[in-house]
């Protein structure tokens, strides 16, 4: 699979989770520590814990582990590095606080299929 595949199998497992406002942003040429972003947002605490232990598992299905994952229980944003891929899961009040898209504005948008 290449790491926009990745992406997009992460995007649709926070889909198929219930994961909200799902975006992958194309960072290739602005950074050289990752490709792709994949941002979400869950509706609490719980979601947020139960959508990384999803992504952590559909991805090692895939061939493609998690390097580390950053982010404490009740911090409200969970980043999961996959190397080129990071997965960046939030609350809704902790995204909207750091507003990621408005950093990486300039970058390409990936639509994301339901």
């Given at each position: 699979?290449?790491?926009?595949?990745?992406?997009?199998?992460?995007?649709?497992?926070?889909?198929?989770?219930?994961?909200?406002?799902i975006?992958?942003?194309?960072?290739?040429?602005?950074?050289?520590?990752?490709?792709?972003?994949?941002?979400?947002?869950?509706?609490?605490?719980?979601?947020?814990?139960?959508?990384?232990?999803?992504?952590?598992?559909?991805?090692?299905?895939?061939?493609?582990?998690?390097?580390s994952?950053?982010?404490?229980?009740?911090?409200?944003?969970?980043?999961?590095?996959?190397?080129d891929?990071?997965?960046?899961?939030?609350?809704?009040?902790?995204?909207?606080?750091?507003?990621?898209?408005?950093?990486?504005?300039?970058?390409?948008?990936?639509?994301?299929?339901?």
């Amino acid at each position: 699979m290449t790491n926009r595949e990745y992406a997009l199998l992460a995007a649709k497992t926070l889909s198929d989770k219930k994961a909200e406002d799902i975006t992958v942003i194309d960072i290739q040429g602005k950074a050289t520590f990752a490709d792709y972003f994949v941002i979400c947002s869950g509706s609490s605490e719980r979601q947020v814990n139960s959508l990384t232990d999803e992504v952590e598992d559909r991805l090692a299905e895939a061939g493609l582990y998690v390097k580390s994952i950053e982010g404490k229980q009740g911090s409200g944003w969970i980043l999961m590095d996959f190397g080129d891929i990071i997965v960046n899961l939030f609350t809704r009040e902790m995204r909207e606080k750091y507003s990621i898209e408005k950093v990486w504005g300039d970058c390409q948008f990936i639509e994301v299929e339901d």
